[in-house]
C-alpha cells in the first residue's frame, strides 16, 4: 500500500503590528519633568538629615497658660490658708480665690493636702535659691558681719515680702502634712538654713557671735520668723532698719 501523504498545516501569515501612535511632546515633556523633580526633591529630602532644633521645645500658649493658673492657684492657696488655717478653707474657696470652677484646682493638684504641700515646698525652693544669689551677689571680700547682714535681710523679704504667705503657712500647718511630706520640707528647710553655718561659725571664730553657732542658729530664726506675728510697714519701720537692729541683737559690734 502507498504510504498517506501527511497532511499539511497551514500556516497563517503572521498580522501585521499596527505602528504605536506617538505621544505629543507638549504632553509627554511636563509630565515626565514633573515626575523627575518630585523623584529629585524625595531624593534630597532624604539625603539631608533632619535638623533639630536646639535646647527645649518652647511652650504652646496653652502650656504656659497653665502654668500661670497653677500659680495663680498656689497664691490664693497660700493667702487662704494663712488667713483662715488649711482645715477651714475650702478648695470651693480656692478656686473663687483664682477665679476658677469649684473642680479646676484638681486639675492642677490631686488633693487640697497635695496643694498644701507644693505651696510649702516650691515656696521653700524658691527662697533657697535667692538666698544663694543674695549671697553669690557680694564681693569675694565681704566679712562675715556683711554675710550675716545680707543672710538676714533676705529672710525677712522672704518673711514680709509680697510673696511670704508660704513661710506662716508652713511656720503654723506643719501638723496639716503627712510624715512624708514633713520629710520633704524638712529636707530644703535644713538646706536653707545650712548655708547660715559657715558664716556664724566664722563669726564664733571671731568671738563676736553671742552664742554657740547651732544654738544661736535657732535663736536667730525664732526671732527673724516671729517678725510676721508682729511687724507692720505701717509703722514706719523699714526692712533695712530692721536688719540692721536685729543684727545688732544677735553679735557684739
Avoid at 168 to 184: I, N
Avoid at 199 to 227: D, K, M, S, Y
Wanted: hydrophobic share 40%.
Amino acid at each position: 500500500m502507498d504510504s498517506p501523504v501527511p497532511r499539511t498545516r497551514a500556516i497563517a501569515p503572521p498580522a501585521k503590528k499596527t505602528p504605536a501612535r506617538p505621544r505629543s511632546k507638549a504632553l509627554a515633556t511636563p509630565i515626565a519633568n514633573l515626575i523627575l523633580a518630585e523623584a529629585t526633591a524625595k531624593t534630597n529630602a532624604e539625603a539631608t538629615p533632619t535638623r533639630r532644633p536646639r535646647g527645649r521645645p518652647r511652650k504652646t500658649a496653652e502650656e504656659l497658660d497653665d502654668g500661670n493658673r497653677r500659680r495663680k492657684l498656689m497664691d490664693g492657696a497660700a493667702k487662704l490658708f494663712r488667713t483662715q488655717g488649711f482645715a477651714a478653707t475650702s478648695t470651693r474657696d480656692i478656686a473663687a480665690a483664682a477665679g476658677m470652677h469649684s473642680g479646676s484646682p484638681f486639675y492642677h493638684f490631686e488633693s487640697k493636702s497635695a496643694l498644701l504641700y507644693a505651696v510649702m515646698s516650691e515656696g521653700m525652693t524658691m527662697a533657697a535659691q535667692s538666698q544663694q544669689q543674695a549671697l553669690d551677689a557680694l564681693p569675694a571680700t565681704a566679712t562675715p558681719r556683711e554675710q550675716l547682714h545680707t543672710l538676714i535681710r533676705h529672710h525677712f523679704e522672704i518673711l514680709l515680702g509680697p510673696r511670704s504667705s508660704f513661710i506662716p503657712v508652713m511656720l503654723y500647718e506643719w501638723r496639716s502634712l503627712t510624715p512624708a511630706q514633713r520629710k520633704g520640707i524638712a529636707r530644703i528647710k535644713d538646706s536653707y538654713e545650712a548655708t547660715w553655718m559657715p558664716v556664724l561659725q566664722a563669726l564664733a571664730q571671731q568671738g563676736a557671735l553671742q552664742a554657740e553657732p547651732g544654738v544661736a542658729r535657732l535663736f536667730i530664726f525664732g526671732a527673724l520668723n516671729w517678725a510676721v506675728q508682729w511687724f507692720s510697714p505701717k509703722k514706719g519701720k523699714s526692712l533695712d532698719a530692721l536688719t540692721d537692729e536685729a543684727l545688732a541683737l544677735f553679735i557684739r559690734s
